[in-house]
C-alpha cells in the first residue's frame, strides 16, 4: 500500500470524486446507451440499417446536416468579420464590442427563442414593420420552415464562431502584415495571402465548434422550425418521451457523438481544445 | 499604417452584427408590457398587469425559487468538485493528467440532447427521475468542466515557486492548498461559480428529459409558456431573465478588473 501512495501523485486524490461521478452516472449510462443501438430491441445491426431503409430518417439526417452546414458557413463568415473588427478596433471600442458580445451570450436561450418567435411570426415585428414600409403585401413565413431555424440558429452560434477566431487573431504578430505592406502588397493582397491564411487554425476551430453545437442543437429548430423542420435533437427527444423507442434514438445519439469525437480530434490538431471551451489562454 | 476602406467597412458591419446579436432579445420588453391577455405589441397603451400576475402567480415564483435553490446548488457543487479535479490535474501535470482532463471536459462538449439521453436512462432504474437530487446531480456534471477550465487558467499563471516556499516552510500539503494556491486562483474560481449557476440556471435539454411535475424550473416554465404561445407573462419573465444577465454581467466585469491577469474571454 505504502509502495503504491508513492507512485500514485497525490493530485490524484483531488481528482477522484469528481472522476469517480463522470464515470459512473455519465459515461456508464453512456455506454449503455451505445450498447442499445446494437441490442435493442433486439440484437444486431436492424436499428443502423433503418438508415437505409426508412425515408422520414434519411430525410432528418439529411436535414440536419444540411441547417448545419450553412448554419457553420454563416456563422463563421460574420464571426470572422466580427473578431477582426474587434482586434483591430482602439481598446475602449474594443472593450464596447466584447461587452455586447458577452452578453448576448448569456442572455437565455430561452429568451431569445422567445424574442423571435415575437420577431418572426405571421404578425410578429418584421412582417408588420415590411408591411408598413410597403415591401410586402402578404407576410412572408419566416418560420415554421428552414429559414427561421436558420435565422434562430445563426443568431445563437455567433459568439461562439468569434471566441475562436478571437482567440486566434490575438496571437497573431502584427508585424508580418506591416512588413508585406511595406514590401509594395495592397492591403486586399496582405489580407488575403497573408492574413487569411494565418488565421486558419481559428477558422477551423470556429467552424467544428459551431459545427458540434449545431448538430446537437435542440431549443430553436423545436420552437422555431415549428414541428415542420424535424432535426436528429428533436426526433431523439420524441423517440424517447413519446413513443419510447430506444433503439433507434440510440443509433442517432451513437452516429452523432462519433460525428462530435471525430470532429473534437481534428480541431485538436489545430488548437488547444482548452483554449476553445475555456476562452482562457492558458 | 492607416486603416483600408474595406476595414472601416467591416467594422461597421461588425457593429451592426454586435447589434443583431443583443437587440432581438429587446422585443421583450414592448410584449411584456401589452394591455391585452394574449401575446401582443402594446399599440399606445401600457400595462403592468402581466408583471403583477408574474409575481403573485405561485407557479412562476415556486419556479424562479426552485431554478434559484438548483442554480445554487450545483454552482457549489460543481465549484468544490472543479477546483478540486484543477489543483489536482496541475500537480499531477503529466501525460495522463491531459488525458484525465480532457475526459472529464467532454460532459461540456458532448450535445446536451446526448447527455439528457443518459442521465434520463440512468436515473429510471435509480429512482432519481423528477427529485431535486438527481436535477442537482446532472447539472453538477455539466457545470464542473466549467469550473475546471476557469481554475485551470488561474492555476496556470500561478508560479509553482510559491507552492515549493510553502512546502519548504513546512506547510502540509492541505495548508498549502488552502493558504497558497486557493487565495491566489480565487478570481477563477469566482468566474467557475458563475459559469456554473448561469449554465444550470438555463438549462433545459436536460432538464425537460428529468423533471416533470415536482421539480418545474424556471426554463422549464418558459419552455412551456412558449410552445402554448399565448400567454404574455411569458414575456414578462423574458424581461426579468434579460436584467438578471445584466446583473450577473456586471458582476462579472468587476470580478475580471480586479483580476485582469485572469482574461477569459468567455
Keep these: 500500500m505504502l509502495a503504491l501512495r508513492k507512485h500514485i501523485s497525490p493530485g490524484w486524490w483531488l481528482v477522484a470524486p469528481f472522476f469517480l461521478m463522470v464515470a459512473c452516472l455519465y459515461l456508464g449510462p453512456l455506454l449503455n446507451i451505445l450498447w442499445l443501438s446494437l441490442s435493442d430491441p433486439e440484437p444486431g445491426l436492424q436499428n443502423y440499417s433503418k438508415l437505409v431503409e426508412s425515408d422520414t430518417l434519411a430525410r432528418i439526417m439529411w436535414t440536419t446536416i444540411r441547417i448545419c452546414v450553412i448554419t457553420t458557413g454563416f456563422s463563421v463568415i460574420l464571426g470572422y468579420s466580427v473578431a477582426y473588427a474587434m482586434v483591430h478596433a482602439y481598446r475602449r471600442e474594443q472593450s464596447f464590442m466584447l461587452t455586447f458580445l458577452l452578453v448576448s451570450f448569456w442572455i437565455s436561450i430561452l ?85 487569411l491564411p494565418m488565421t486558419r487554425p481559428g477558422i477551423v476551430a470556429s467552424a467544428l465548434l459551431v459545427f458540434i453545437l449545431s448538430l446537437g442543437f435542440y431549443v430553436t ?34 452516429l452523432m457523438l462519433a460525428g462530435v469525437l471525430v470532429m473534437l480530434w481534428i480541431m485538436s490538431k489545430f488548437m488547444k481544445l482548452s483554449t476553445v471551451f475555456g476562452g482562457a489562454s492558458s | 499604417m492607416k486603416p483600408s476602406l474595406l476595414a472601416l467597412f467591416n467594422r461597421a458591419g461588425a457593429w451592426v452584427l ?21 401575446l401582443s405589441m402594446p399599440k399606445g397603451e401600457y400595462s403592468l398587469r402581466h408583471f403583477e400576475k408574474l409575481f403573485t402567480s405561485e407557479e412562476w415564483m415556486s ?24 489543483i ?95 487565495p491566489s486562483v480565487r478570481p477563477g ?27 418545474y424550473t424556471l426554463p422549464r416554465r418558459m419552455w412551456n409558456g412558449i410552445r402554448e404561445n399565448t400567454d404574455p407573462t411569458v414575456a414578462a419573465a423574458a424581461v426579468v431573465l434579460i436584467a438578471l444577465t445584466i446583473i450577473a454581467f456586471v458582476v462579472y466585469a468587476i470580478l475580471s478588473r480586479r483580476n485582469a491577469k485572469v482574461k477569459t474571454s468567455l
Aim: aromatic share 10%; glycine share 6%.
Design chain 2, 88 to 182: 489536482g490535474l496541475w500537480r499531477v501535470s503529466s501525460k495522463y493528467s491531459e488525458v484525465v482532463r480532457a475526459f472529464l471536459l467532454l460532459p461540456l462538449i458532448i450535445p446536451q440532447i446526448i447527455s439528457a439521453m443518459a442521465f434520463y436512462r440512468l436515473w429510471i432504474p435509480m429512482g432519481l427521475l423528477d427529485s431535486y437530487l438527481g436535477l442537482i446531480l446532472a447539472h453538477t456534471i455539466l457545470a464542473t468542466p466549467m469550473v475546471l477550465i476557469t481554475v485551470s487558467a488561474s492555476l496556470a499563471n500561478f508560479d509553482p515557486k510559491l507552492e515549493q516556499a510553502s512546502r519548504n516552510l513546512g506547510a502540509s500539503n492541505w495548508v498549502t492548498v488552502r493558504r497558497v494556491i486557493l
Design chain 2, 63 to 86: 419556479s424562479f425559487g426552485q431554478s434559484a435553490v438548483v442554480a445554487l446548488s450545483t454552482s457549489l457543487l460543481a465549484t468544490i468538485f472543479g477546483t478540486l479535479c484543477a
Design chain 2, 18 to 38: 454586435l447589434m443583431f446579436l443583443v437587440l432581438p432579445a429587446l422585443i421583450a420588453i414592448p410584449v411584456s408590457l401589452t394591455p391585452k391577455r394574449f
Design chain 1, 221 to 254: 429548430p423545436a420552437v422555431l422550425g415549428g414541428g415542420k423542420v424535424l432535426m436528429v435533437a428533436e426526433y431523439i427527444s420524441v423517440q424517447l418521451l413519446v413513443t419510447l423507442k430506444w433503439g433507434v434514438a440510440a443509433m442517432l445519439a451513437a
Design chain 1, 111 to 195: 429568451v431569445r427563442t422567445f424574442s423571435w418567435l415575437m420577431l418572426l411570426g405571421r404578425k410578429g415585428l418584421v412582417n408588420e414593420s415590411l408591411e408598413v414600409i410597403g415591401l410586402i403585401s402578404e407576410p412572408v413565413a419566416f418560420m415554421r420552415n428552414e429559414l427561421g431555424v436558420l435565422i434562430g440558429m445563426v443568431h445563437y452560434m455567433i459568439p461562439y464562431a468569434v471566441l475562436p477566431l478571437l482567440v486566434n487573431m490575438q496571437t497573431l504578430d502584427q508585424r508580418v502584415m506591416s512588413a508585406s505592406r511595406n514590401l509594395g502588397a495592397s492591403a486586399s493582397q496582405t489580407f488575403f495571402r497573408i492574413y
Design chain 2, 189 to 215: 474560481v469566482l468566474a467557475g461559480a458563475l459559469f456554473a449557476f448561469i449554465l444550470s440556471w438555463d438549462e433545459i435539454v436536460v432538464t425537460l428529459f428529468i423533471s416533470k411535475y415536482s421539480v
